[in-house]
């Protein structure tokens, strides 16, 4: 009960200071990125060092800020056709691992580099899109679009919840996280997109097969991310990817699925507009 009641506390608090932020804009949504950034690579790289894993830790920090930084909406047009002020921070920061690994090489140099760029594409890289999708189309409505992905995800995690702990028989995926089945897939997929119709339909955005494409792509998304956590736990032979949350473990442990839901949000928005 006591577990029950801080994870409970903890979600409150935290959807409750999520949505300020949200609600304030950019300059709060930007320190509190690079904030959770921060921290998720700090765990990510403390699960690494668990199993002598080593990475560019400077670099990792210092080019994850500016992904975030460069994922601002307000920044002119990059100078070059198709591409993105995001895509020349990645660039530039593959060149560096490459120059520190041949200025100072150790033991294993592309073992290094390979986990420090994944490292920045599933953390700092995903968390951007939180930015982006804010102030998609413009702020008014980014903040609307903005809410879709946290309460599909949270709706989603209940009816999950409540699905597979009556109904769960059929494991989702038994190797990687064994508590998870269909039926509680499907009563998430669901809840969710009950949530969502309603909130369209108030809100006279979408058709309700529009708002039953993207509970499919958010639930999916979802579900993708917490496995894909999951399975680098797994590989990494941890529990939880860190103890900063009662009852929550780690930062990667509570936004593992909105890491994928909101990018997944942003592209469906994105393919929208271009549609309609």
């Known amino acids: 009960m006591e577990s029950l009641s801080s994870r409970v506390l903890t979600s409150v608090v935290g959807f409750s200071v999520l949505s300020l932020i949200v609600w304030i804009g950019w300059w709060a949504m930007l320190p509190a990125l690079i904030v959770v950034s921060v921290m998720c690579l700090y765990e990510y790289v403390r699960m690494?060092?668990?199993?002598?894993?080593?990475?560019?830790?400077?670099?990792?920090?210092?080019?994850?800020?500016?992904?975030?930084?460069?994922?601002?909406?307000?920044?002119?047009?990059?100078?070059?056709?198709?591409?993105?002020?995001?895509?020349?921070?990645?660039?530039?920061a593959v060149g560096a691992l490459l120059v520190l690994e041949v200025i100072?090489?150790?033991?294993?140099?592309?073992?290094?580099?390979?986990?420090?760029?994944?490292?920045?594409?599933y953390i700092p890289w995903l968390l951007g899109y939180f930015l982006m999708l804010r102030y998609a189309p413009d702020a008014e409505r980014g903040l609307l679009y903005f809410a879709l992905p946290l309460l599909a995800t949270f709706a989603a995690d209940i009816g999950g919840f409540f699905a597979g702990h009556y109904f769960g028989r059929r494991k989702l995926a038994p190797e990687v996280s064994p508590g998870k089945t269909v039926e509680g897939a499907v009563g998430g997929l669901v809840f969710s997109f009950v949530i969502v119709l309603v909130m369209t339909s108030l809100a006279h955005i979408?058709?309700?097969?529009?708002?039953?494409?993207y509970s499919v792509l958010v639930v999916s998304a979802s579900q993708l991310g917490d496995l894909s956590e999951s399975?680098?736990?797994?590989?990494?032979?941890?529990?939880?990817s860190g103890s900063s949350l009662p009852g929550h473990g780690g930062f990667l442990d509570r936004i593992d699925s909105l890491l994928f839901a909101v990018p997944a949000t942003y592209l469906f928005l994105k393919i929208s507009i271009l549609v309609n």
């Open 48 to 92: 690494l060092d668990k199993n002598d894993i080593d990475v560019r830790r400077v670099s990792l920090m210092l080019f994850g800020a500016a992904i975030i930084v460069a994922s601002l909406p307000m920044w002119p047009q990059a100078p070059w056709a198709g591409g993105s002020w995001r895509e020349a921070v990645l660039t530039i």
């Open 104 to 121: 100072r090489p150790g033991e294993r140099p592309l073992e290094r580099v390979v986990y420090s760029l994944f490292g920045l594409l």
């Open 206 to 213: 979408w058709s309700p097969l529009e708002a039953f494409l």
């Open 231 to 240: 399975l680098i736990k797994r590989a990494l032979r941890v529990k939880d």
